[in-house]
């Protein structure tokens, strides 16, 4: 018979969205009236129209494929051209980073990229990996066996846990010991905390003082205000030696439907082989990708390529404004009612303390059921993220207005 992957049996029984999903379906299928009145803020999907930008370039490039003189089939497995020298170029070299146009690699997205870069990693890797953290790090690595089984509080075996809390701004300490890979993600899913330079200047000497490789996750950079925060890990010295970055188009350009991303592997970044030589990771992921992957559609990359035009970053820093905008009347509303809150300055999520005596899933099921809000459940992102809540600011004004009157009814 044939043998299937062991790995996935450890998964626990649901990834969290799929869960809220599940409770969501329940309570609708419940009280079909109340379900009519739910606003989602669990997920963190973009609500407002795709920029003019990218829709006039994905309409021209559809053009294109309806005549044979300028008809693409199959495009470069690493992304076209003309998008990789607009990522380098629009947010690298433009502001003073240093990152080559075939260092850019074009995916569908981070979600993926984050997962599949374990391809590239053999086995044996000590992984550390934030507390609470955006699950796809996590169940990735269960999938790929770089751990054991789970404990009762959900914890794998075989992975360096870094817990985030309130008392160190949501910004891990540095291990003691020595790991091989290390997830970061800032701004941080799903806390809405920022790093500082200097504290990723931290991390990136750690990292090339004990041949660790940092992946980090950039998918929130364009959301930070704060001009004295980095948006990239490279502009911190030696970074391109020791990290992997992922960006992606999802919520910036709303891409969450459209599906556009990118991952940035630096030349000079090394591991080692089995034998204990050293080898650049750059042409394993070339490799990987033109393997297992033919890259994002023709329109699509026209259409991110548009984000880079003069209008494309005004649309763009015009959702920004709105989603910030979403972000600031949330704070608000639940810091009026007493609630420590954190995020929602530099990024689109924001970070709640439950109330006195309710858990993450208990306070999930009180603003669903009696505010008909959907949340998501802090306990759903690791252990340290219990006794919380995260709410999205991806929404309208008008519902994020109405989120605001429903939560000072409940709280």
Same mark, same amino acid.
């Given at each position: 018979m044939a043998k299937l992957n062991d790995n996935y049996l450890k998964l626990k029984a649901g990834y969290l969205f799929p869960e809220i999903a599940r409770r969501v379906k329940a309570f609708s299928d419940s009280d079909p009236d109340a379900a009519a009145e739910i606003i989602r803020c669990g997920i963190g999907d973009v609500t407002e129209p795709l920029p003019a930008a990218a829709r006039e370039a994905m309409k021209a490039a559809i053009d294109e494929l309806g005549k044979r003189e300028t008809f693409r089939g199959y495009g470069p497995e690493q992304g076209y051209d003309f998008l990789r020298a607009a990522i380098a170029e629009g947010d690298y070299r433009g502001r003073g980073v240093e990152v080559a146009d075939d260092e850019i690699f074009v995916s569908d997205g981070s979600k993926c990229d984050t997962g599949n870069i374990l391809d590239i990693f053999g086995p044996g890797n000590t992984i550390a990996i934030t507390d609470p953290v955006y699950p796809v790090y996590v169940d990735t690595n269960v999938m790929a066996g770089n751990t054991g089984e789970a404990d009762e509080a959900g914890a794998y075996a075989g992975i360096h846990y870094m817990p985030c809390t309130a008392d160190n701004g949501f910004v891990p300490a540095i291990p003691e010991g020595k790991v091989d890979l290390i997830y970061l993600c800032y701004p941080n899913n799903p806390t809405g905390a920022t790093a500082t330079k200097g504290q990723l200047a931290a991390w990136v000497e750690y990292a090339r003082g004990n041949g660790a490789i940092i992946l980090y996750d950039a998918a929130y950079q364009a959301f930070v205000q704060d001009g004295s925060l980095p948006r990239s890990i490279y502009e911190v010295d030696g970074a391109r030696e020791c990290a992997i970055e992922f960006r992606s188009f999802s919520k910036n350009g709303g891409f969450t439907g459209v599906?556009?991303?990118?991952? =940035? #592997? &630096? *030349? @000079? %970044?090394l591991a080692e082989t089995a034998a204990g030589e050293k080898k650049p990771l750059h042409p394993l992921w070339a490799r990987r990708q033109s393997t297992k992957f033919n890259s994002v559609? $023709? &329109? #699509?990359?026209? +259409? +991110? @390529?548009? %984000?880079y035009s003069a209008d494309g970053k005004a649309q763009i820093a015009a959702l920004i404004d709105h989603y910030m905008g979403n972000a600031k009347l949330l704070r608000e509303a639940c810091a009026g009612l007493g609630l420590d809150v954190y995020g929602g300055e530099n990024a689109p $999520? #924001?970070?709640? +303390?439950?109330p006195p005596g309710i858990d993450s899933w208990g306070m999930f099921d009180k603003m669903l059921g009696e +505010? *008909? #809000? =959907?949340v998501t459940p802090g306990a759903g992102f690791g252990a340290a993220g219990e006794g919380f809540f995260r709410i999205s600011a991806f929404n309208s004004r008008a519902n994020v207005g109405t989120v605001c009157d429903r939560l000072r009814t409940i709280v």
């Open positions: 599906r556009c991303a990118f991952t =940035v #592997v &630096p *030349k @000079e %970044l559609s $023709y &329109p #699509v990359q026209r +259409a +991110a @390529e548009a %984000l $999520y #924001v970070w709640v +303390a439950c +505010a *008909k #809000v =959907v």
